[in-house]
């Protein structure tokens, strides 16, 4: 157990729809990261948010967005979803926003479908 | 161009023999990191072992080993005396650039590890 909660383990919903995937970060981690991985893309990165705070983009759509709220929990909002976004989301937390070794520990994720 | 680069889609090794796991990258950062994580069928994602570009030595952690060729911008991970439970897939990832660029992770595709009894 690495210490990182997502919710919900799996989301079925239909295309056009909109879902929120919620993480909460190890005790004392500051960085959120936001991860997708795919059959066809494989394991991107998303967004990354340090203590509140947007800090890195990724390959990140326009439909979807992200935040980190003050507890530090973090939410990401998918919308108009399309049978493309079926994917494994991870959420990934780690003690600060940058340098050296900061090895990221990953949530169980959550697994979308998009019917 | 790729950043990670795992050459070997899929492995077999034999129980209790050592394997090497290809990892080759591209950065023109002086400052990155390089880990390998497990994924085993259950889909979550474990930490295994890091290398910084700055380490002079060889990460180890248990039996898990990091053979960091500097120069030739390589980072395969030993697995000794493999054991059932490491059949799984693993990947490698860097992290690149300053404090201030944020801290994520780029994966490499994955190499399927199936462990033989």
């Known amino acids: 157990d690495s210490g990182v909660t997502q919710t919900p383990k799996h989301l079925i919903t239909a295309t056009g729809q909109r879902v929120t995937l919620r993480c909460s970060p190890r005790?004392?981690?500051?960085?959120v990261y936001w991860y997708q991985q795919s059959l066809d893309q494989g394991l991107q990165f998303l967004i990354q948010?340090?203590?509140?705070?947007?800090?890195a983009k990724g390959n990140i759509l326009e439909r979807f967005s992200a935040q980190q709220f003050p507890d530090l929990h973090s939410e990401l909002n998918l919308s108009s979803l399309e049978l493309g976004d079926s994917a494994l989301y991870f959420c990934?937390?780690?003690?600060?926003?940058?340098?050296?070794?900061?090895?990221?520990?990953f949530g169980p994720g959550t697994r979308l479908t998009v019917l | 161009a790729q950043k990670i680069t795992q050459t070997q889609p899929g492995m077999f090794v034999q129980e209790k023999e050592a394997v090497t796991l290809d990892c080759t990258y591209d950065?023109?950062?002086?400052?990155?990191?390089l880990f390998w994580y497990k994924q085993p069928s259950s889909g979550e994602m474990i930490f295994l072992i890091y290398?910084?570009?700055?380490?002079?030595q060889n990460a180890t952690e248990g039996r898990y080993s990091l053979n960091f060729q500097k120069a030739r911008k390589s980072a395969n991970l030993v697995i000794s005396a493999s054991q059932l439970g490491d059949s799984a897939m693993y990947f490698c990832?860097?992290?690149?650039?300053?404090?201030?660029?944020?801290?994520?992770?780029?994966f490499g595709g994955g190499t399927r590890l199936m462990v033989k009894p």
């Open positions: 990934a937390s780690s003690v600060d926003g940058g340098g050296n070794h900061n090895e990221q520990f």
């Open positions: 005790s004392g981690d500051l960085s």
């Open positions: 948010y340090y203590n509140g705070e947007e800090r």
């Open positions: 990832a860097m992290r690149e650039g300053s404090n201030n660029a944020g801290n994520m992770l780029t």
């Open positions: 950065t023109s950062d002086q400052s990155y990191g």
């Open positions: 290398q910084g570009s700055y380490d002079e």
